[in-house]
T-cell receptor, first 110, second 114 residues
Framework: EDKVVQSPLSLVVHEGDTVTLNCSYEVTNFRSLLWYKQEKKAPTFLFMLTSSGIEKKSGRLSSILDKKELFSILNITATQTGDSAVYLCALKAAGNKLTFGGGTRVLVKP | NAGVTQTPKFRILKIGQSMTLQCTQDMNHNYMYWYRQDPGMGLKLIYYSVGAGITDKGEVPNGYNVSRSTTEDFPLRLELAAPSQTSVYFC?????????????FGSGTRLTVV
């Protein structure tokens, strides 16, 4: 059974800090790993990672995948209060289904 | 483009009642999914469909049914509501296995069973 574990469960930082979120996984037939940001409502797509060692960046957010060690990290630099959200990691295996981790709740204080 | 539209946004059911959560997408996506999210948890897959007329169970299908008569619509049916089905339900769609954009999610339906 595919499994996704995220850590930490939650964290509180101040504006300007850098945060690193972790996602480890177990999978039989890996296709890709995705990161989502969830505020009040539906998750919104951030990144899709398929290859090891290639960093994806979008503004202050970046993510990288290590397929040998079976983990991914999501970095947020110079955090802002608008970054407060739950960040979800999801694994796409055969059949196009996503298996989600439990999420990391990030609170950025002014 | 409306994307993925879910109705209703909120609903309170009594134990044993039935209801259908509606989901429609206008992006001509073949793949559609139903997830539930319990408080403080990630999303768990209930059912999914890879095209009209084809559905399959996900991780937590018990107590639910689905149908996919058209590409656009993927309703989720609860036959005998139970308190354990209190959750937020998300419908999602995707282009297919090689999509680079993950899923498109609806805004969710918050269901309370009392």
């Amino acid at each position: 059974e595919d499994k996704v574990v995220q850590s930490p469960l939650s964290l509180v930082v101040h504006e300007g800090d850098t945060v690193t979120l972790n996602c480890s996984y177990e999978v039989t037939n890996f296709r890709s790993l995705l990161w989502y940001k969830q505020e009040k409502k539906a998750p919104t797509f951030l990144f899709m990672l398929t290859s090891s060692g290639i960093e994806k960046k979008s503004g202050r957010l970046s993510s990288i995948l290590d397929k040998k060690e079976l983990f991914s990290i999501l970095n947020i630099t110079a955090t802002q209060t608008g970054d407060s959200a739950v960040y979800l990691c999801a694994l796409k295996a055969a059949g196009n289904k996503l298996t989600f981790g439990g999420g990391t709740r990030v609170l950025v204080k002014p | 483009n409306a994307g993925v539209t879910q109705t209703p946004k909120f609903r309170i059911l009594k134990i044993g009642q039935s209801m259908t959560l509606q989901c429609t997408q206008d992006m001509n996506h073949n793949y559609m999914y139903w997830y539930r999210q319990d408080p403080g948890m990630g999303l768990k897959l209930i059912y999914y469909s890879v095209g009209a007329g084809i559905t399959d169970k996900g991780e937590v299908p018990n107590g639910y049914n689905v149908s996919r008569s058209t590409t656009e619509d993927f309703p989720l049916r609860l036959e005998l509501a139970a308190p354990s089905q209190t959750s937020v339900y998300f419908c999602a769609s995707s282009q297919g296995q090689e999509s680079n954009y993950g899923y498109t999610f609806g805004s969710g339906t918050r269901l309370t069973v009392v």
